[in-house]
C-alpha cells in the first residue's frame, strides 16, 4: 500500500476537489484477506497471520494492554466469588481509564494538535459542530457521552459476569500450563470468530425498524474519529459486546475474555480513527483506519464485516472503493427503496 496517495492534489481547483469523494484512499480497488479461499492456501494464511501478530499492530497493542491488565490492574479471582463494589469498580475504573486514554490520545493527535496535518486521512472534514444530528449539537461530544455512559458500562457488566463465572468455576476453563498450544490458538481465533459474529448482528442491525430505533445512532457519525468507534445505542452495545459469549462454551482462561472484551472495544478505536496510519517524521509507525469499514460508514449498506472474512463478497455486500462499485451500490439502494415503498403501499 503506497504511503502518500492523495486523492486531492495542491493544484486541483475548488471545483475539482469537491467533486473528490475521499481526500485519501489507499489503492483501489480494495480486496478481502485471502484466509477463506477453497483450495485453502497455508503459506498464504500463515503470511496473513503473519502480518497481523508478527509486528505492531491494534491487534498486538491490545494483546500486551490485556495482559498488562490481567498481570497489575486486575482484581483476584477469589476475590470475585461474591458481587462487591470494591472488586468491580476497580474493573469499570481500569477500563475507563484505558478506553479514555487510547481515544483520547489519538483524537489529540490528529484532530487537535494536527500533528499528523492531512496526511493519510480519509475524509478532509472535520468532526461536526452545532449539529441537531448529534447529543449536545456536537458530534465529540455525542461520542464521548455514548461510549462512556453506554459502551464502557456494558463492557465492565460483560467482564464482571465473567470473572464471577470463572471464580464460581461455572465457566469451562483452560490454562497455559495444561494446553499451551490452545492457550496461544485462542488469542489468534478471536478476532476471526469476532469477524464472523461482526458480520451477522451487524448485518441484522440494519433491518430498516431496528436501524430506525437503535443503529442509527451509530450510523450519525459518516465522518469518523476515534471516539465515534464505541458511540452506540445501549442496545447495540449489549449485542456488539455479546461476541465473547463463545466462551461460556468453549474452554478459555480469564486472560482471553479480558483480550476478547479489550478486542471489541479498543479496536473500534483504532479502526474509526478516521487515518489509515499514524506518522511520525514520515515514518509509520501503527495501521489504524480502516478504509474497508469507512466505505460502510459512508454508503451504509456494505461492507458489514471485515475483510478477514469473505461473508461481504460471498452474499453481495462488498464495496472495492471503486466509482463502479459505488454506482451499483446506490442502483441496488435505489431497488431496495421501491421495494420497501411497494410493501407500504401493498399494506
Not at 495542491?10 to 484512499?25: D, F, I, L, M, S
Not at 459469549?245 to 473500534?268: D, G, Y
Request: with cysteine; aromatic share 18%.
Amino acid at each position: 500500500m503506497p504511503s502518500h496517495n492523495y486523492t486531492d492534489q495542491p493544484n486541483e481547483t475548488g471545483a475539482q476537489a469537491k467533486r473528490k469523494v475521499w481526500h485519501w484512499h489507499p489503492e483501489l480497488p480494495i480486496t478481502n484477506a485471502k484466509i477463506f479461499v477453497w483450495p485453502p492456501r497455508p503459506l498464504t494464511i500463515f503470511k496473513i497471520l503473519a502480518s497481523y501478530w508478527l509486528r505492531l499492530t491494534g491487534r498486538v497493542v491490545i494483546l500486551l494492554t490485556a495482559i498488562l491488565s490481567w498481570i497489575y490492574f486486575q482484581p483476584l479471582l477469589a476475590t470475585a466469588v461474591n458481587f462487591e463494589v470494591e472488586w468491580v469498580a476497580h474493573i469499570y475504573l481500569r477500563n475507563l481509564g484505558l478506553f479514555v486514554f487510547f481515544a483520547t490520545a489519538l483524537h489529540l493527535y490528529f484532530y487537535t494538535y494536527k500533528a499528523q496535518g492531512m496526511e493519510l486521512r480519509y475524509d478532509g472534514r472535520e468532526m461536526a459542530r452545532d449539529s441537531d444530528v448529534f447529543t449536545f449539537r456536537n458530534q465529540l461530544f455525542d461520542n464521548v457521552f455514548w461510549s462512556i455512559a453506554s459502551g464502557v458500562t456494558i463492557w465492565t457488566i460483560f467482564e464482571v459476569f465473567f470473572m464471577w463465572g470463572y471464580a464460581n468455576e461455572m465457566i469451562p476453563s483452560v490454562n497455559l500450563a495444561d494446553n499451551p498450544v490452545w492457550f496461544v490458538a485462542i488469542f489468534i481465533l478471536i478476532p476471526l470468530w469476532y469477524s464472523f459474529y461482526f458480520y451477522w448482528i451487524h448485518r441484522a442491525e440494519h433491518w430498516p425498524p431496528f436501524y430506525k430505533k437503535v443503529h442509527a445512532l451509530h450510523h450519525r457519525n459518516v465522518n469518523v474519529g476515534p471516539w465515534s468507534g464505541l458511540s452506540m445505542h445501549p442496545i447495540e452495545h449489549i449485542l456488539y459486546l455479546a461476541s465473547p459469549a463463545i466462551h461460556l462454551v468453549i474452554p478459555s482462561h480469564p486472560l482471553h475474555v479480558i483480550f476478547h472484551l479489550q478486542f471489541t472495544t479498543l479496536i473500534a478505536v483504532f479502526t474509526h480513527a478516521g487515518y489509515d496510519r499514524l506518522l511520525i517524521k514520515d515514518k509509520s509507525i501503527i495501521d489504524l483506519g480502516y478504509f474497508f469499514h469507512q466505505l460502510h460508514h459512508r454508503y451504509f449498506y456494505c461492507n458489514y464485516g471485515t475483510d478477514e472474512m469473505p461473508w461481504d463478497k460471498w452474499f453481495g455486500s462488498f464495496h472495492d472503493g471503486t466509482p463502479e462499485a459505488t454506482k451499483h451500490q446506490m442502483q441496488q439502494e435505489m431497488r431496495r427503496k421501491k421495494r420497501a415503498q411497494g410493501s407500504n403501499k401493498a399494506a
